[in-house]
């Protein structure tokens, strides 16, 4: 081991942190378990879903909109810090319009996660078949899947606004969940 020596970091063995894991494996499951009801109650009440993911966001941009414009007005010395001020007030406004219009952000945030599908799985296609070898047919094939996802959420739009975000924060929480109830499980000694 390297251990006290100047300039050197220790080596961990990743058997060892294994080893000391397998004792919180119920914390990993338990916590896996968690999610997945998240999931779930999220899945049954997407309209809810979607909003309690609108009024997330507007938390966050209002926030990060806030810290920009005091970064700004601490940065005067600087030549382009009003770009910075008005980055954060569009910022702010962003997320206070969200707030007060939840159902618009949420349709504005629907077609965004729509077009970006959309983008991402001719992107993937592209990239699948330009590639040597390898697992080319299941990159392509993800990219015909997201594709597919992009193209239903927009052909959707606006009618669908109340449930898309909401369903696909449901997905992400049933997924994560059982990973993390996976992860668990191996874990059990």
Do not use: Q
């Not at 219009?101 to 983008?119: S, Y």
């Amino acid at each position: 081991m390297t251990m006290g020596m100047p300039g050197r970091e220790p080596r961990h063995n990743l058997g060892e942190a294994i080893h000391r894991l397998r004792a919180r494996w119920g914390w990993f499951f338990a916590f896996g378990v968690l999610c997945l009801a998240f999931g779930v109650v999220a899945l049954t009440m997407a309209a809810v879903s979607t909003m309690a993911v609108v009024f997330m966001v507007a938390f966050m941009l209002i926030v990060a909109g806030g810290f920009e414009i005091v970064l700004g007005f601490n940065s005067r010395d600087w030549p382009a810090f009003f770009l910075w001020v008005v980055s954060g007030l569009f910022y702010l406004v962003s997320g206070a319009f969200a707030l007060a219009r939840p159902e618009v952000a949420a349709a504005a945030l629907t077609v965004l996660v729509g077009a970006g599908f959309l983008v991402a799985g001719v992107a993937r296609i592209w990239l699948g078949y330009k590639l040597p070898a390898g697992p080319k047919a299941y990159i392509v094939f993800a990219g015909v899947v997201t594709t597919l996802l992009g193209a239903l959420i927009l052909a959707g739009w606006p009618g669908n606004t109340l449930f898309v975000l909401g369903v696909l924060f449901g997905v992400d929480l049933v997924f994560y969940g059982a990973s993390w109830i996976a992860l668990g499980l191996k874990l059990r000694p």
